[in-house]
């Protein structure tokens, strides 16, 4: 497994270590030793959550004020552009978003641990996202922070205006949002 760092420390793109022949490949998605031994993240997954999404879909940027949840995030068919913001009030990077371009092909996992808002536009013409959480959801402690924040200026790299959930439309601006300690 190969760690890439981002600009924001605690948020890392994971490699697999991918085998492939003419018959196909084989990787571990996930392994909890090495997992821990490669980024020192001790993490304890409770939920596996799988959504399908057209093109142009949009979701987030969600995160939740108590159950604060770390998540494992990847791609098993199409391509997402991934966005992780920290929403940690005494955080050093408060405020500021890592953007990471995840697919069936290039295999990459995110690892976007808790106190993080999160969210993804969908590139292809359809994706699969599969994604490990460290703790339950918990509807009375979600929020959503909008897409669009002109403060946050996230580069979505969309081609047209999103599709949005009912949800995701009432997203507060990032000024309002309530932050994590």
């Keep these: 497994m190969n760690i890439i760092p981002t600009k924001i420390p605690d948020v890392l793109i994971i490699e697999p270590k991918v085998f492939g022949d003419s018959r196909g490949f084989f990787f ?9 031994q490669h980024t020192g993240v001790d993490a304890h997954f409770v939920q596996d959550n799988h959504s399908r999404s057209v093109k142009g879909v949009l979701r987030g940027l969600h995160y939740q004020v108590e159950n604060t949840q770390g998540k494992l995030v990847r791609v098993v068919q199409g391509e997402i552009r991934d966005i992780a913001v920290d929403v940690r009030k005494r955080s050093p990077t408060f405020g500021q978003w ?3 371009d995840l697919s069936a092909d290039n295999r990459r996992q995110l690892w976007i ?7 993804f536009a969908v590139m292809s013409e359809s994706a699969e996202f599969l994604y490990k ?3 339950y959801y918990n509807p009375s402690a979600d929020r959503c922070i909008r897409w669009d924040d002109p403060e946050l200026a ?3 790299q969309l081609d047209a205006p999103p599709l949005l959930s009912e949800k995701d439309k009432l997203g507060v601006p990032f000024s309002k949002a309530q932050a994590l300690p």
């Design 28 to 36: 571990e998605a996930f392994n909890a030793r090495d997992f821990k």
């Design 98 to 100: 890592v953007a990471v």
């Design 113 to 119: 641990p808790p106190g993080f808002a999160h969210g």
């Design 133 to 135: 959480t460290t703790d």
């Design 154 to 156: 996230i580069d979505w």
